[in-house]
């Protein structure tokens, strides 16, 4: 009877319910909305990175580990096939080696420092994803051609074109100056931003002349696989078990790393992102608390009379408090309920069709380019179903109401029966 | 268990900061079980102040209640409150049904804190009462489609639904026109006379004297007579 009473309560005063409720469900809808957006951009941000620029797992020798900024040449992996043996035991994995190096391109009179990669095209194409990425020309193949790949926002950059020539200039192996002319055989247009903008790549073999390697290569680079719809989570778990068996073979001569510590700096940054838009969240519930709690208020008030009644037959401050208590928790559970079914809705756009963040921060409006938002990849967002975010927000809106009902209706439950009564 | 109301020396004073009002001075009074009561006086003389006393919803400054034979002198709010749920019921000047309940879902409410009675026992006594006081096939209205009257009677089934000692009822006819008002009070008196139920009831309107069979008269918070006829 006290739980109709409430419910019919609650629903008598519709304005005021609806707009409480609201409230309460929009802040449901963008906790969910944007946790299934950040485990998506996390996902998809991390798969991209290992696509396009590092792979599951990179290995480089101790000493290069130490200096890794610098790019040394001179501290090469000493055992490649060392690798690719130990690679072989491993089910599904595939491994491709590269060299880094600092460079300066030249075209005419512009010029730019950039970190070139020397690939094997042959099997960089297993590990990476590049080859399907070529907005113009083609991918580079392993002859002795002096070719290169460039970025397309690069090369825009400087007005290069599929079959001009441009220059590469950097230090050797032995730290003595070198320069070479190279056609450039296609652009590249990946999610990874920092590939359009600043990327140059070539083979192996034109590297040996630019760079008097002796076939050396600096760093390792493992694709481990992801199955669609695996979590991050698992994915995880998966690649750092095969580092660790990696490293019992490798750890005295080679520095191994996982995407986890590679992408630490990103991780965290998007952590934070994720608290700012929780903190919105937070405010939105506080709000529909407020509401909740001078709803409550507001009924005691006006059903003073009817508090009194109750008393008067003999209901305790205790039945009295629940009454109260239950047309908060209604509330609660409308808006939890509501909010839950409108974020089903937005997460399943958000899920199948996706979120094109470019369009919303096109760098010709911002006038910034897409790597300095500070989000490492670009492109068209998806969402992920994640039960947990469903439930909790459930939960938490029945805790947001209970919560700030229980001091109004504590208030009415205080009331002395003669006070309410005064005008009856 | 005689049933029997014993007001011994009661007397109540308001205190508003330096201002005394006594509004009940040394009451002794003796009510037997099934007694029909009406309290009458002038505006501020005690009636509303004495029926709260009687019904244990305000505490007398001085004095005691007696109800069969136990004093309620000392007991706190929690055990009032327990005392009221089981033997006191009231009848109000303004109604006072819940809106949001149907006629039937009102008179059902005293028993929603009876833990003791089956759900079949409290809807067959629901349904007695809503065939007593005349409502029948009114049962699912909500008190805003029924009248004053009507809304009286379902107060009046809503008080006697627990089978309570006595019933309490400040000025229950004040909001009624007199025709009606009458009505109530023949109901009232009929429940009176069926349920050996106590009636305690004040009023300003002397067409009501005559279906009294006590007559109660205070003035200044003192009893000026008191009759039976
Ligand atoms: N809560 C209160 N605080 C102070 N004084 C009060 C209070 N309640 C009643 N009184 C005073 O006590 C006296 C008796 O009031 P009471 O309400 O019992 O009169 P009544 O006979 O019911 O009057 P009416 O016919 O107008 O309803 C009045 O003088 C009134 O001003
Ligand atoms: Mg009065």
Same mark, same amino acid.
């Given at each position: 009877?006290?739980?109709?009473?409430?419910?019919?309560?609650?629903?008598?005063?519709?304005?005021?319910?609806?707009?409480?409720?609201?409230?309460?469900?929009?802040?449901?809808?963008?906790?969910?909305?944007?946790?299934?957006?950040?485990?998506?951009?996390?996902?998809?941000?991390?798969?991209?990175?290992?696509?396009?620029?590092?792979?599951?797992?990179?290995?480089?020798?101790?000493?290069?580990?130490?200096?890794?900024?610098?790019?040394?040449?001179?501290?090469?992996?000493?055992?490649?096939?060392?690798?690719?043996?130990?690679?072989?035991?491993?089910?599904?994995?595939?491994?491709?080696?590269?060299?880094?190096?600092?460079?300066?391109?030249?075209?005419?009179?512009?010029?730019?420092?950039?970190?070139?990669?020397?690939?094997?095209?042959?099997?960089?194409?297993?590990?990476?994803?590049?080859?399907?990425?070529?907005?113009?020309?083609?991918?580079?193949?392993?002859?002795?051609?002096?070719?290169?790949?460039?970025?397309?926002?690069?090369?825009?950059?400087?007005?290069?074109?599929?079959?001009?020539?441009?220059?590469?200039?950097?230090?050797?192996?032995?730290?003595?100056?070198?320069?070479?002319?190279?056609?450039?055989?296609?652009?590249?247009?990946?999610?990874?931003?920092?590939?359009?903008?600043?990327?140059?790549?070539?083979?192996?073999?034109?590297?040996?002349?630019?760079?008097?390697?002796?076939?050396?290569?600096?760093?390792?680079?493992?694709?481990?696989?992801?199955?669609?719809?695996?979590?991050?989570?698992?994915?995880?778990?998966?690649?750092?078990?095969?580092?660790?068996?990696?490293?019992?073979?490798?750890?005295?001569?080679?520095?191994?790393?996982?995407?986890?510590?590679?992408?630490?700096?990103?991780?965290?940054?998007?952590?934070?992102?994720?608290?700012?838009?929780?903190?919105?969240?937070?405010?939105?519930?506080?709000?529909?608390?407020?509401?909740?709690?001078?709803?409550?208020?507001?009924?005691?008030?006006?059903?003073?009379?009817?508090?009194?009644?109750?008393?008067?037959?003999?209901?305790?401050?205790?039945?009295?408090?629940?009454?109260?208590?239950?047309?908060?928790?209604?509330?609660?559970?409308?808006?939890?309920?509501?909010?839950?079914?409108?974020?089903?809705?937005?997460?399943?756009?958000?899920?199948?069709?996706?979120?094109?963040?470019?369009?919303?921060?096109?760098?010709?409006?911002?006038?910034?380019?897409?790597?300095?938002?500070?989000?490492?990849?670009?492109?068209?967002?998806?969402?992920?179903?994640?039960?947990?975010?469903?439930?909790?927000?459930?939960?938490?809106?029945?805790?947001?109401?209970?919560?700030?009902?229980?001091?109004?209706?504590?208030?009415?439950?205080?009331?002395?029966?003669?006070?309410?009564?005064?005008?009856? | 268990?005689?049933?029997?109301?014993?007001?011994?020396?009661?007397?109540?004073?308001?205190?508003?900061?330096?201002?005394?009002?006594?509004?009940?001075?040394?009451?002794?009074?003796?009510?037997?079980?099934?007694?029909?009561?009406?309290?009458?006086?002038?505006?501020?003389?005690?009636?509303?102040?004495?029926?709260?006393?009687?019904?244990?919803?305000?505490?007398?400054?001085?004095?005691?209640?007696?109800?069969?034979?136990?004093?309620?002198?000392?007991?706190?709010?929690?055990?009032?409150?327990?005392?009221? $749920?089981?033997?006191?019921? !009231? #009848? *109000?000047?303004?109604?006072?049904?819940?809106?949001?309940?149907?006629? +039937?879902?009102? &008179?059902?409410?005293?028993?929603?804190?009876?833990?003791?009675?089956?759900?079949?026992?409290?809807?067959?006594?629901?349904?007695?009462?809503?065939?007593?006081?005349?409502?029948?096939?009114?049962?699912?209205?909500?008190?805003?489609?029924?009248?004053?009257?009507?809304?009286?009677?379902?107060?009046?089934?809503?008080?006697?639904?627990?089978?309570?000692?006595?019933?309490?009822?400040?000025?229950?006819?004040?909001?009624?026109?007199?025709?009606?008002?009458?009505?109530?009070?023949?109901?009232?008196?009929?429940?009176?006379? $069926?349920?050996?139920?106590? !009636? #305690? *009831?004040?009023?300003?309107?002397?067409?009501?004297?005559?279906?009294? +069979?006590?007559? &109660?008269?205070?003035?200044?918070?003192?009893?000026?007579?008191?009759?039976?006829?």
């Amino acid at each position: 009877m006290l739980l109709k009473i409430a419910i019919r309560n609650v629903f008598r005063h519709r304005r005021r319910t609806i707009l409480t409720v609201l409230v309460m469900s929009v802040g449901v809808v963008f906790f969910i909305f944007f946790d299934s957006l950040f485990i998506g951009i996390d996902k998809m941000l991390i798969e991209e990175l290992l696509k396009y620029q590092d792979g599951a797992i990179v290995i480089y020798s101790k000493e290069y580990a130490q200096n890794k900024k610098a790019y040394p040449l001179d501290k090469p992996i000493k055992n490649p096939q060392k690798i690719v043996n130990l690679v072989k035991s491993f089910k599904d994995i595939e491994v491709t080696f590269r060299t880094n190096f600092l460079a300066e391109l030249i075209y005419f009179e512009k010029s730019k420092y950039i970190v070139a990669t020397a690939i094997d095209p042959t099997t960089d194409t297993k590990v990476f994803n590049l080859h399907n990425k070529i907005k113009e020309g083609r991918f580079l193949i392993d002859d002795n051609q002096y070719e290169i790949l460039l970025g397309k926002k690069l090369a825009d950059e400087f007005g290069v074109k599929v079959g001009d020539t441009v220059i590469l200039s950097a230090y050797t192996k032995y730290n003595t100056y070198n320069a070479l002319e190279f056609v450039v055989c296609g652009l590249l247009e990946t999610p990874v931003p920092t590939i359009n903008e600043s990327s140059v790549f070539l083979t192996l073999k034109c590297a040996e002349e630019l760079l008097t390697l002796d076939g050396s290569v600096t760093s390792a680079h493992i694709k481990v696989p992801w199955k669609k719809g695996e979590k991050i989570a698992t994915y995880t778990k998966k690649v750092l078990y095969i580092v660790e068996r990696l490293k019992k073979e490798l750890y005295s001569e080679y520095e191994i790393y996982s995407f986890r510590e590679l992408y630490n700096d990103f991780i965290v940054l998007m952590d934070q992102k994720k608290l700012s838009s929780f903190i919105i969240v937070f405010f939105l519930l506080l709000i529909s608390a407020v509401g909740i709690a001078n709803t409550i208020l507001m009924a005691v008030y006006e059903r003073i009379k009817e508090i009194g009644v109750l008393m008067a037959f003999g209901f305790k401050p205790k039945q009295i408090r629940k009454l109260f208590l239950l047309e908060g928790v209604v509330m609660g559970v409308i808006g939890g309920f509501l909010g839950c079914v409108l974020a089903v809705g937005l997460n399943f756009w958000l899920v199948y069709s996706g979120w094109n963040l470019e369009a919303l921060y096109a760098e010709e409006t911002t006038g910034l380019k897409a790597s300095q938002l500070g989000v490492p990849v670009w492109g068209r967002f998806y969402g992920e179903w994640n039960i947990y975010a469903y439930l909790f927000c459930f939960c938490f809106c029945i805790l947001v109401a209970v919560f700030s009902s229980y001091f109004p209706a504590r208030y009415a439950s205080k009331l002395q029966v003669r006070d309410c009564l005064k005008f009856v | 268990m005689d049933g029997k109301i014993i007001l011994k020396n009661v007397s109540k004073v308001y205190q508003k900061g330096k201002i005394k009002v006594e509004a009940l001075k040394n009451i002794n009074l003796e009510i037997e079980k099934g007694e029909f009561v009406v309290i009458m006086g002038p505006s501020g003389s005690g009636k509303t102040t004495l029926l709260n006393i009687i019904g244990c919803l305000d505490i007398p400054t001085e004095g005691e209640i007696i109800y069969n034979g136990k004093t309620l002198k000392n007991l706190s709010e929690d055990e009032l409150s327990e005392y009221r $749920k089981q033997n006191i019921s !009231f #009848i *109000f000047q303004s109604f006072n049904l819940i809106p949001v309940l149907t006629v +039937k879902e009102n &008179i059902e409410l005293p028993l929603v804190i009876e833990k003791h009675l089956s759900l079949k026992e409290k809807e067959k006594r629901v349904l007695e009462l809503i065939e007593k006081v005349g409502l029948s096939g009114m049962q699912d209205r909500y008190p805003y489609e029924l009248s004053g009257g009507q809304e009286q009677r379902v107060a009046i089934a809503r008080a006697l639904v627990k089978k309570p000692l006595v019933v309490l009822a400040d000025e229950p006819t004040a909001n009624l026109d007199s025709q009606t008002a009458i009505e109530i009070i023949q109901i009232m008196r009929e429940m009176n006379e $069926k349920e050996k139920t106590t !009636f #305690i *009831f004040s009023t300003h309107d002397p067409k009501i004297e005559k279906f009294a +069979k006590r007559i &109660i008269i205070l003035k200044d918070g003192s009893i000026y007579s008191d009759m039976r006829i």
